[in-house]
């Protein structure tokens, strides 16, 4: 960028009163922002522009400008519908701590996918300052996703299971 495309751009920014304006070009980057009118200015008088360059250093190993990548096609498709849109219901974490899918390392899970749960049965165990807290089914219905592997730490709030309600 030569000093007359330079006037230019600062030509065409206070014609049409923009405040901020940003521009990055093979390996430079300039940015120019209005400065917030002062009470020595009058009210009539456009506000003094501020002009911060900064110059992005290019690779060694690249002589020319470096094209930029193509911005990644978005697909236009509807939005997937959550867990309680589709009418399931989510098991959330009450606490944090660490989450267990089975009494013990040798035992198998409390509960796998598409296993069939009753209100109360006990789904996995959240072990919290060395207590351990069994975490129950509130619906009964079908396991549908279990987002948890034995041994994983859980945050409060966080999904646990997935149940499709009978």
Do not use: W
């Not at 807290?133 to 730490?153: D, L, R, T």
């Amino acid at each position: 960028m030569d000093l007359r495309e330079l006037k230019e751009i600062l030509q065409i920014l206070e014609e049409k009163e923009i405040t901020e304006f940003e521009l990055e070009e093979e390996g430079m980057k300039l940015r120019i922002r209005k400065a917030a009118a002062s009470p020595n200015h009058s009210s009539g008088s456009a506000a003094p522009l501020s002009l911060v360059p900064t110059v992005i250093p290019s690779s060694p190993n690249v002589t020319g400008p470096v094209p930029l990548a193509p911005a990644p096609a978005v697909e236009a498709s509807s939005p997937v519908p959550t867990a309680e849109e589709q009418g399931l219901v989510t098991v959330k974490s009450p606490i944090v701590g660490t989450f267990y899918r089975a009494p013990d390392p040798g035992s198998p899970p409390f509960v796998n996918v598409s296993d069939h749960v009753r209100v109360g049965q006990v789904l996995c165990i959240i072990e919290a300052m060395k207590l351990m807290n069994e975490i129950e089914a509130e619906v009964a219905g079908e396991i549908v996703k279990v987002h948890h592997e034995s041994g994983q730490p859980v945050q409060y709030g966080e999904p646990l299971f997935v149940i499709r309600p009978d």
